[in-house]
């Protein structure tokens, strides 16, 4: 059974690791650079597509261990850390739905999360609507990925996994 419990989110507040391993899951593991779907950036280990150093992956990279892909994924969380968490300044949030949200900001990025109506709902209390708005995050270079033979439907799967788990606690 999920707990539902919701706590405000705090500066202080961070991924569980059940967190990083959803989003590992998800990622999966690469040791060597690859474009994941047509349009994309390169990317290496678990979707990383900036190193900690700040240099961007390249497709002429050297091949990485599981290890530092795991490193490189906590280094990216916790560096969104900061603007995550107050971009939910006085919001409640459950552990799940903190790691969810917090796993569509990996996949998306900040900026995409702070201009989301899955923010915007959770502002305004609209728990169930936040978890619908996951619904319209569906596209990768203006492709419908719920559209299997558009080459990119682990996006849809992923968002819909978001989008049950977010229910399920709402």
């Keep these: 059974m999920q707990n539902k419990t919701k706590y405000i989110v705090t500066l202080v507040s961070a991924v569980s690791l059940g967190g990083v391993a959803f989003t590992a899951g998800y990622e999966g593991f690469t040791s060597k650079p690859v474009i994941p779907t047509k349009g994309d950036v390169p990317t290496i280990g678990h979707g990383t597509t900036v190193y900690p150093n700040g240099q961007k992956v390249k497709m002429t990279d050297k091949a990485i261990t599981k290890q530092e892909a795991a490193y490189f994924l906590k280094d990216h969380m916790n560096k969104n850390q900061k603007g995550f968490n107050q971009s939910l300044s006085g919001v409640k949030l459950s552990e799940q739905e903190y790691d969810l949200y917090n796993d569509f900001v990996y996949q998306f990025g900040l900026a995409s999360w702070k201009n989301s ?45 978001r989008y049950n788990k977010c229910i399920g606690v709402n």
């Design 117 to 161: 109506s899955m923010l915007k709902n959770l502002k305004a209390g609209q728990y169930v609507a936040a978890c619908k708005s996951l619904l319209k995050w569906k596209y990768v270079a203006k492709r419908d990925c719920s559209v299997r033979s558009n080459n990119c439907y682990g996006v849809w799967t992923r968002q819909l996994d």
